[in-house]
Nanobody
Framework: HVQLVESGGGSVQVGGSLTLSCTVS??????????TGWFRQAPGQEREGVAA??????VAADSVKGRFTVSKDNNKNTLTLQMNSLKPEDTAMYYC??????????????????WGQGTQVTV
């Protein structure tokens, strides 16, 4: 079955950087119409889409564009989120997600079937 395991969270000062990684297993080589993405959720807030990847294309949410970069290593089936110029408002639990068929709205959490356990980022 499909499993997602995140790593790389932690505490960082304002303006610092962190790299999150998500290793996906059980989805073959992740080709086809698989989508993977990063979401985050702060206490008392809804889960927010941060970045997504689909068939070689990546997209970042407006709130992080220019600061966060998502990339996928197809050989390792790993999705990486590079976060630069971190702000206090970036503090949240970050989750990796995947789905077999990309939702029309890439940043809609209900469109994803598989989730990791989350990793905390504190700025």
């Amino acid at each position: 079955h499909v499993q997602l395991v995140e790593s790389g969270g932690g505490s960082v000062q304002v303006g610092g950087s962190l790299t999150l990684s998500c290793t996906v297993s059980g989805n073959g080589d992740g080709s086809g119409n698989w989508c993977t993405g990063w979401f985050r959720q702060a206490p008392g807030q809804e889960r927010e889409g941060v970045a997504a990847q689909r068939i070689g294309n990546t997209v970042a949410a407006d709130s992080v564009k220019g600061r966060f970069t998502v990339s996928k290593d197809n050989n390792k089936n790993t999705l990486t989120l590079q976060m630069n110029s971190l702000k206090p408002e970036d503090t949240a639990m970050y989750y990796c997600a995947a789905t077999r068929s990309c939702p029309r709205q890439l940043f809609l959490a209900v469109g994803y079937s598989y989730w990791g356990q989350g990793t905390q980022v504190t700025v």
